[in-house]
């Protein structure tokens, strides 16, 4: 899915004449009786490159905050400029490179959106199981596309204006004459890339600053102040931006404060908690509670989208149904309408069922499988004529996937399938129909585009499934790689043991330095929570293994050299088990005084560990899709937070606003709101400033910079990562060089504030690649 969210473009009058009433032939920028070099090795070697680089990007931004950006133009931008500066290409090789490589972003979409939920279940991400749901999902999405790309996107033309793919054929088109360049793509990611560098992990200046109000109690406000969520504002525009901050004011500045207030003195944990509120952060009460509201309003307005969605549904139902009965037929085509066989989709089709259906790692049922690509066809068709009309911005998948589980689970529940095993299974079938969608949205986008231009959508189809192949290798292994690298290790304790069942024969050392075996603990309501553990050979619990993606363990506890006393502004929070199992006193330091403001741990009037924060990727989206199984399978969930937030998404859609941006805006944290926040108000400054309020086209100089913000911010968060997963940050770290200046709220602001003034200045005096071509 993506987060871009471009105005209608007006077709390129030239290469692509709106039908009149009499249907006049549709005449595309290439002729069919011409044929340029279009499927050679460069043009795909080059878009699978840069697939594998904003599929990468598009997997981070995904975990952070469930959003990917539209990696279509960009890539059309940067291969025009490429092969000008290697060896000039064709349009069609153009082409071809931009179909190729956004198979990554749509895939990656898919991908991290669903397959951490398994993590949050309790199960380990298998790279063989992640890069299966990939290949089979993708591969699903283009082959059903293929018999439906006639009736969708030739018989509709004129109807449905695919936006996006319209508007990277005019990129194309332009590019071909001289009219466009990559510099402000290159500039925006070379921006974003070493903008990223220095906050982290060079630590130059404060990316996270924080505050949290003293005679407010539970208020916070914080910002994670990196480029790619600016840019994400930016594009995303004013009005969503806004609605996704408004829930994050309503999570932290009045949920947060008031269970805070009314909790102070309650002498006994709430449940679904363990700990009494008093002694909880912030960030504690948001993992304990107002997630469960985000979680059930965030489902709300999925299925609000959905439900608005549904007399398009019930049309591509049929136009798909009429798609592929005409694909059966074998005719002789001019170039521009020659597809793959539809033998070859057939069978492709039944080989994709069987590879579902038998291999082992995804322990799928026969009937599972059935209803599989049956929710498949269903999908890929509403996700195609869904982009045809809106746009792929307002391509609900997140909805689909949420019927496809409640659905399934549903099934699964009246079938008595409500074990572990089955619990895995509903999730890889959400997986692949997710994957399958999100891949047939833009892969109808990308036909749309070859249709304008005159491409070959055969020579279309090898490259969306050779992009497919190589984008799924590189986001399988960039998934695993993101959550070893923030996966964090912390002492616990319970009163019953991990089921010897659960334990494993592999043994791994602890933060303590002592051998322990790993268990699994996948179910749902038991004393000890879902998750991986280091226990000892009895099962008694002696560390969690919270992941990277998802993690509940906000902190991890790094040692201080030297004495350090207890300070005067610091008030005790409690106990907490250190690294070595010991217990200790949580202090908690505040604003003002000589050591930085936070929490450690301490005995004897000594701090001994300060509790840094971990920057866990969010996985919302999977956040979700692991509630919904649980919830429904294991029937045991604080159903009351969830129906709070239910109730939320309805008053907001009384209210005339959107529920589902106010919702994520409940449901992640306020620092990801925050600089999403103030790119859409840059976005609607260079509005008022160029007298064109909501409609900075995609292709303008803003955009394009945002895109490079984007995808150089999320290159340089993975090697952020890469340092943090090697144990090397210490030795990147520079802040003692400015000393208290690097740490403080300031030096961020200030850094932050100078990017999004570059992006306002580049919009308002830069101008779009590309215009309405003369009749």
């Given at each position: 899915?993506?987060?871009?969210?471009?105005s209608?473009?007006?077709?390129?009058?030239?290469?692509?004449?709106?039908?009149?009433?009499?249907?006049?032939?549709?005449?595309?920028?290439?002729?069919?009786?011409?044929?340029?070099?279009?499927?050679?090795?460069?043009?795909?070697?080059?878009?699978?490159?840069?697939?594998?680089?904003?599929?990468?990007?598009?997997?981070?931004?995904?975990?952070?905050?469930?959003?990917?950006?539209?990696?279509?133009?960009?890539?059309?931008?940067?291969?025009?400029?490429?092969?000008r500066?290697f060896?000039?290409?064709?349009?069609?090789?153009n082409?071809?490179?931009?179909?190729?490589?956004?198979?990554?972003?749509?895939?990656?979409?898919?991908?991290?959106?669903?397959?951490?939920?398994l993590?949050?279940?309790?199960?380990?991400?298998?790279?063989?199981?992640?890069?299966?749901?990939?290949?089979?999902?993708?591969?699903?999405?283009?082959l059903?596309?293929i018999?439906?790309?006639?009736?969708?996107?030739?018989?509709?033309?004129?109807?449905?204006?695919?936006?996006?793919?319209t508007?990277?054929?005019?990129?194309?088109?332009?590019?071909?004459?001289?009219?466009?360049?990559?510099?402000?793509?290159?500039?925006?990611?070379?921006?974003?890339?070493?903008?990223?560098?220095?906050?982290?992990?060079?630590?130059?200046?404060?990316?996270?600053?924080?505050?949290?109000?003293?005679?407010?109690?539970?208020?916070?406000?914080?910002?994670?102040?990196?480029?790619?969520?600016?840019?994400?504002?930016?594009?995303?525009?004013?009005?969503?931006?806004?609605t996704?901050?408004?829930?994050?004011?309503?999570?932290?500045?009045?949920?947060?404060?008031?269970?805070?207030?009314?909790?102070?003195?309650?002498?006994?944990?709430?449940?679904?908690?363990?700990?009494?509120?008093?002694?909880?952060?912030?960030?504690?009460?948001?993992?304990?509670?107002?997630?469960?509201?985000?979680?059930?309003a965030?489902?709300?307005?999925?299925?609000?989208?959905?439900?608005?969605?549904?007399?398009?549904?019930?049309?591509?139902?049929?136009?798909?149904?009429?798609?592929?009965?005409?694909?059966?037929?074998?005719?002789?085509?001019?170039?521009?309408?020659?597809?793959?066989?539809?033998?070859?989709?057939?069978?492709?089709?039944?080989?994709?069922l069987?590879?579902?259906?038998?291999?082992?790692?995804?322990?799928?049922?026969?009937?599972?499988?059935?209803?599989?690509?049956?929710?498949?066809?269903?999908?890929?068709?509403?996700?195609?004529?869904?982009?045809?009309?809106?746009?792929?911005?307002?391509?609900?998948?997140?909805?689909?996937?949420?019927?496809?589980?409640?659905?399934?689970?549903?099934?699964?529940?009246?079938?008595?399938?409500?074990?572990?095993?089955?619990?895995?299974?509903?999730?890889?079938?959400?997986?692949?129909?997710?994957?399958?969608?999100?891949?047939?949205?833009?892969?109808?986008?990308?036909?749309?585009?070859?249709?304008?231009v005159?491409?070959?959508?055969?020579r279309?189809?090898?490259?969306?499934?050779?992009?497919?192949?190589?984008?799924?290798?590189?986001?399988?292994?960039?998934?695993?790689?993101?959550?070893?690298?923030?996966?964090?290790?912390?002492?616990?304790?319970?009163?019953?043991?991990?089921?010897?069942?659960?334990?494993?024969?592999?043994?791994?050392?602890?933060?303590?330095?002592?051998?322990?075996?790993?268990?699994?603990?996948?179910?749902?309501?038991?004393?000890?929570?879902?998750?991986?553990?280091?226990?000892?050979?009895?099962?008694?619990?002696?560390?969690?293994?919270d992941?990277?993606?998802?993690?509940?363990?906000?902190?991890?506890?790094?040692?201080?050299?030297?004495d350090?006393?207890?300070?005067?502004?610091?008030?005790?929070?409690?106990?907490?088990?250190?690294?070595?199992?010991?217990?200790?006193?949580?202090?908690?330091?505040?604003?003002?005084?000589?050591?930085?403001?936070?929490?450690y741990?301490?005995?004897?009037?000594?701090?001994?560990?300060?509790?840094?924060?971990?920057?866990?990727?969010?996985?919302?989206?999977?956040?979700?899709?692991?509630?919904?199984?649980?919830?429904?399978?294991t029937?045991?969930?604080?159903w009351?937070?969830?129906?709070?937030?239910?109730?939320?998404?309805?008053?907001?859609?009384?209210?005339?606003?959107?529920?589902?941006?106010?919702?994520?805006?409940?449901?992640?944290?306020?620092?990801?709101?925050?600089?999403?926040?103030?790119?859409?108000?840059?976005?609607?400054?260079?509005?008022?400033?160029?007298?064109?309020?909501?409609?900075?086209?995609?292709?303008?100089?803003?955009?394009?910079?945002?895109?490079?913000?984007?995808?150089?911010?999320?290159?340089?968060?993975?090697?952020?990562?890469?340092?943090?997963?090697?144990?090397?940050?210490?030795?990147?770290?520079?802040?003692?060089?400015?000393?208290?200046?690097?740490?403080?709220?300031?030096?961020?602001?200030?850094?932050?504030?100078?990017?999004?003034?570059?992006?306002?200045?580049?919009?308002?005096?830069?101008?779009?690649?590309?215009?309405?071509?003369?009749?």
């Open positions: 899915m993506s987060a871009s969210a471009p209608p473009v007006p077709e390129v009058e030239a290469a692509a004449p709106a039908p009149s009433a009499s249907h006049a032939p549709h005449e595309p920028y290439v002729p069919a009786r011409e044929s340029p070099r279009e499927l050679t090795v460069r043009a795909v070697a080059l878009g699978a490159l840069l697939g594998i680089v904003f599929a990468a990007s598009s997997v981070y931004l995904a975990l952070k905050v469930g959003l990917t950006v539209s990696a279509s133009i960009p890539i059309a931008v940067m291969s025009i400029t490429i092969f500066f060896g000039r290409a064709t349009i069609l090789e082409n071809i490179v931009q179909t190729t490589g956004s198979a990554g972003e749509s895939i990656a979409a898919g991908v991290a959106f669903t397959l951490p939920s993590l949050l279940m309790g199960y380990d991400l298998a790279a063989g199981r992640v890069l299966l749901l990939s290949v089979l999902g993708g591969l699903l999405g283009v059903m596309m018999p439906l790309r006639h009736g969708l996107i030739v018989e509709e033309h004129g109807k449905l204006k695919y936006p996006e793919g508007a990277c054929a005019d990129v194309l088109i332009v590019g071909e004459t001289g009219g466009t360049n990559a510099k402000t793509v290159f500039a925006g990611f070379g921006l974003g890339f070493f903008y990223k560098l220095l906050g982290d992990p060079l630590k130059l200046f404060n990316m996270n600053p924080a505050y949290r109000f003293t005679s407010w109690k539970g208020a916070s406000i914080a910002g994670e102040l990196t480029p790619e969520m600016l840019g994400v504002g930016y594009i995303i525009g004013p009005k969503t931006a806004s996704t901050m408004a829930g994050g004011v309503l999570a932290y500045l009045i949920l947060i404060p008031l269970i805070a207030f009314f909790g102070d003195k309650i002498d006994s944990p709430i449940f679904p908690a363990t700990t009494l509120i008093r002694d909880m952060s912030p960030n504690d009460i948001r993992s304990r509670y107002v997630l469960y509201i985000g979680a059930g965030v489902a709300t307005g999925g299925f609000i989208s959905l439900g608005r969605a549904l007399p398009t549904i019930v049309k591509a139902f049929r136009s798909g149904i009429k798609s592929f009965r005409a694909g059966k037929a074998e005719k002789a085509t001019p170039r521009t309408e020659k597809d793959l066989p539809f033998n070859f989709v057939v069978y492709g089709l039944v080989a994709l069987l590879a579902i259906w038998l291999a082992p790692t995804l322990g799928i049922s026969l009937p599972t499988a059935i209803l599989i690509m049956l929710f498949g066809f269903i999908f890929v068709t509403v996700s195609s004529r869904i982009t045809g009309e809106i746009g792929s911005s307002s391509n609900p998948i997140s909805g689909m996937t949420v019927a496809t589980l409640l659905i399934t689970c549903l099934l699964f529940l009246a079938m008595g399938w409500v074990g572990v095993d089955h619990r895995a299974m509903a999730l890889s079938t959400a997986a692949i129909v997710c994957i399958a969608a999100s891949n047939g949205g833009a892969t109808s986008q990308d036909l749309k585009t070859g249709y304008l005159g491409a070959t959508p055969r279309q189809q090898i490259g969306l499934l050779v992009g497919v192949v190589t984008s799924a290798l590189v986001i399988g292994y960039t998934l695993l790689f993101l959550n070893a690298s923030y996966t964090t290790r912390a002492a616990e304790t319970y009163e019953v043991p991990i089921p010897v069942e659960s334990i494993t024969a592999q043994v791994e050392k602890g933060p303590d330095g002592k051998d322990y075996r790993v268990a699994y603990q996948p179910n749902s309501g038991a004393a000890i929570p879902q998750g991986k553990y280091l226990v000892e050979d009895s099962g008694k619990v002696a560390f969690v293994i992941p990277g993606i998802g993690g509940r363990v906000p902190h991890e506890p790094k040692k201080l050299e030297g350090t006393a207890v300070p005067a502004n610091a008030a005790s929070k409690g106990t907490m088990l250190g690294p070595d199992r010991k217990s200790y006193t949580v202090y908690e330091v505040a604003e003002g005084g000589a050591m930085h403001a936070g929490r741990l301490g005995e004897d009037g000594k701090l001994v560990y300060e509790l840094r924060e971990v920057k866990k990727l969010d996985a919302p989206k999977a956040s979700l899709f692991a509630l919904i199984i649980d919830g429904i399978l029937r045991k969930l604080p009351s937070l969830v129906l709070i937030g239910v109730m939320l998404a309805i008053v907001m859609e009384l209210c005339g606003v959107a529920a589902l941006p106010f919702a994520v805006g409940v449901y992640l944290p306020i620092s990801t709101s925050v600089p999403i926040f103030v790119g859409g108000l840059v976005r609607w400054l260079v509005d008022r400033k160029r007298g064109q309020a909501g409609s900075d086209e995609e292709f303008s100089p803003g955009t394009l910079l945002s895109s490079g913000y984007i995808a150089g911010g999320a290159i340089a968060g993975l090697v952020a990562a890469l340092v943090a997963g090697v144990g090397m940050e210490h030795k990147f770290d520079l802040s003692t060089v400015f000393t208290r200046f690097s740490a403080s709220n300031l030096s961020g602001v200030l850094a932050f504030g100078a990017i999004a003034g570059a992006l306002y200045w580049a919009a308002v005096r830069g101008k779009s690649a590309v215009g309405k071509s003369e009749g």
